[in-house]
């Protein structure tokens, strides 16, 4: 079956680096192997999306020399496909309304690790349903005690205990909004996403959607994460928007193939930062094994001085 993989950004901002890296691997990916690229816009968390952010990412993948097939697909045109997707697990009793605080679940959940969130005790699980709620539920699907186990294409093989490291996963929150986890599985499996290619932030994501796939009754996708983007001095970069943008870089006066160039080098599929077009980077790496990088990578200085 043909290689189909997919880039999913979100249109809160303008296209950083980590997202460019991420972009041209997924691209890479499908491109060398005259495989399938989708573009997919997550749209859904509608308060912290921008107004032109689409349109403006957009417009800088092209400017990189990126392309996609067929249609920009657009999760905030999709909430009758997750609606039912959740009729489907409240069928089999998986559902159950939630309407505790976030102080609440802190003062019962245990620590969580560091970058991790919660894991929610399950208060609300056995609760009297005569009690009414006190607030818009959020409705959270009962996560079984299992271990999930998995092998990354590139990272290697993981396993989550479902009980202990997720717990039971809001599916839609109280104002309506239905989760990243649920929209991005349903999406990745209804267009035949054969690879996902990722940033490895969401590794800790990926056991939560192959059982939810499992459990919708579809085979879950590949995965393969692709290392983080840290700063030059190699810290993490705080927040998404610190990271030199793509425009920034354009506006700066460089080439794309520039850019592409000291992608490629970073994520290990090119021995020099030669400036390179995505294009004829794909036929380069066609028919051979890559060696993915696996490190977090850091931002050559070249590029955060024109941001
Ligand atoms: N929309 C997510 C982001 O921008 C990516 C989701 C995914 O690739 O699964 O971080």
Not at 11 to 22: I, K, R, S, V
Not at 134 to 147: G, K, Q, W
């Amino acid at each position: 079956m043909a290689v189909c993989t997919r880039f999913a950004p979100s249109p809160t901002g303008d296209l950083h680096l980590g997202g460019a890296w991420t972009a041209l691997a997924s691209w890479v990916w499908a491109r060398r192997e005259g495989g399938t690229h989708l573009l997919r816009v997550e749209d859904l968390d509608s308060p912290r999306v921008l107004r032109d952010a689409e349109e403006r990412i957009l417009e800088d993948l092209t400017w990189l020399g990126l392309d996609w097939d067929g249609p920009v697909v657009r999760q905030s045109e999709r909430s009758e496909i997750y609606e039912a997707a959740l009729g489907t697990l409240y069928r089999k009793g998986l559902i159950y309304p939630c309407d505790c605080s976030r102080a609440e679940i802190a003062r019962v959940a245990s620590a969580p690790h560091e970058g991790e969130e919660l894991v929610y005790p399950g208060t609300c699980r056995e609760r009297d349903r005569a009690r009414g709620m006190r607030r818009t539920p959020a409705l959270r699907v009962r996560m079984p005690d299992e271990v999930v186990g998995y092998g990354d294409i590139i990272q290697g093989h993981f396993e989550h205990d479902l009980a202990r490291d997720v717990g039971d996963q809001v599916l839609r929150r109280g104002d309506g909004v239905f989760s990243y986890q649920l929209a991005v599985i349903i999406d990745d499996v209804a267009s035949h996403v054969s690879v996902v290619v990722r940033g490895a932030d969401l590794l800790a994501s990926t056991p939560r959607q192959i059982w939810l796939a499992r459990t919708l009754g579809a085979e879950p996708p590949r995965y393969a994460h692709v290392p983080l983007v840290v700063g030059p001095d190699g810290t993490r970069l705080e927040k998404r928007n610190r990271a030199p943008t793509v425009r920034a870089l354009r506006k700066a006066g460089m080439s794309p193939e520039r850019v592409v160039g000291e992608l490629a080098l970073g994520l290990g599929l090119a021995e020099t930062n030669e400036p390179i077009t995505p294009a004829a980077l794909a036929k380069a790496c066609a028919g051979r094994e890559l060696p993915w990088r696996k490190e977090p990578w850091r931002i050559p200085l070249s590029l955060v001085a024109h941001s």
